[in-house]
C-alpha cells in the first residue's frame, strides 16, 4: 500500500496521469488552475485530498464533468 511505495515514484506517477488523460475530457488550463486555486484555499484539503468527497482534487479539478462538493467551482 502506501507505505510500500517511493513517494517520487508516486508523485511521478500522477503527474503522468495528468498528463495522459484525455483532452476532450479536460477542462482548460486556465479553469483547472483556478479549480486548483480554489481547492487549495478550501479548509476541506488534506494533502490533496478533499475530506468532503475523499477525490484527489487535481485529478476531479481536470474533469470536465465533476463539480466541487462544496459548491467552490462554480464560477469555473
Known sequence: MLDDIDENEYVISVREHI???PQDKRVPDNVYQERISACLECDFLDR???EVCGCYVEFRALMKDKKCPKKKWLKF
Open 48 to 50: 490533496g485530498t478533499c
Open 19 to 21: 498528463a495522459r488523460f
